[in-house]
């Protein structure tokens, strides 16, 4: 089953306004890791963020994680056309296996 | 450094057919690890192999799936007498180390995936 579960399903923003979107997850992590998906593309790795971190910037990206909900959220700030893509949070627990959400479509208004 | 190779980047196959999708990883990357993502969908675990070793295929289908990764080449996923629920993007990734706890920081790439789909 998926670990990681994002929200919501779809964005759609004008450009230069922010994007947020969460991620639940079920079980205990080591860390977690957002990635972007370009339509057809492969996964870019964004940010990784540890169990014992709370939040972490990179650019105009911000991601808190809270392991007491068990949640995560980005945050893509100043939003461009290039930002629209798929965006997936991936979990790490005690193996090697990555468990990924269904995703964040964002789709951002030239 | 070239990135995670795979090909072909497109597939289509009839039904019964084989497809075979190739990757090479990374320069200097002895794990590779194959996901498969369905349409609208997350990425899903299916195998993960060091040089001529799977050691873990949990997540791949019993039947008509294999994958292997010899001492030369590039890791191989093959699927026979394919059916059209096999129409997906298959994404190899590999990592100079294991990847687990311990591993720090983002030491998993990504290929660009091959989009297989069967008519």
Redesign the interface.
Same mark, same amino acid.
């Given at each position: 089953s998926?670990q990681?579960e994002e929200d919501p399903q779809a964005l759609s923003i004008q450009e230069g306004e922010n994007a947020t979107m969460n991620c639940s997850y079920k079980t205990s992590i080591?860390n977690l890791?957002w990635?972007r998906q370009n339509s057809?593309?492969?996964?870019?790795?964004l940010i990784?963020i540890r169990s014992n971190e709370r939040e972490k910037h990179s650019g105009r990206l911000r991601v808190t994680l809270d392991t007491s909900k068990k949640s995560s959220s980005l945050l893509i700030t100043a939003s461009r056309a290039a930002d629209t893509a798929s965006y #997936?949070c =991936?979990t790490?627990s005690?193996?090697?296996?990555?468990? #990924?959400? =269904?995703?964040t479509t964002v789709t951002v208004r030239a | 450094n070239a990135g995670v190779m795979q090909n072909p980047r497109h597939l289509v196959r009839r039904r019964g057919q084989e497809a075979r999708l190739r990757c090479s990883p990374m320069k200097g990357h002895s794990?590779v690890?194959w996901?498969r993502q369905l349409p609208?969908?997350?990425?899903?675990?299916m195998v993960?192999l060091q040089k001529e070793n799977i050691i873990?295929e949990s997540?791949m289908p019993k039947e008509r799936f294999s994958a292997e990764f010899p001492k030369e080449g590039p890791s191989i996923l093959r699927i026979q007498q394919v059916v059209r629920g096999d129409s997906a993007a298959y994404?190899c990734a590999s990592s100079p180390i294991?990847?687990?706890?311990r591993?720090s920081?983002?030491t998993?790439?990504?290929?660009?995936?091959s989009?297989l789909t069967v008519v």
């Open positions: 998926q990681g080591n890791q990635y057809g593309r492969g996964l870019v790795h990784l #997936f =991936a790490v005690n193996d090697y296996k990555l468990s #990924f959400g =269904a995703g | 794990h690890y996901y609208e969908e997350g990425l899903k675990f993960y873990d997540g994404f294991r990847q687990g706890p591993a920081g983002n998993i790439y990504f290929g660009e995936g989009w």
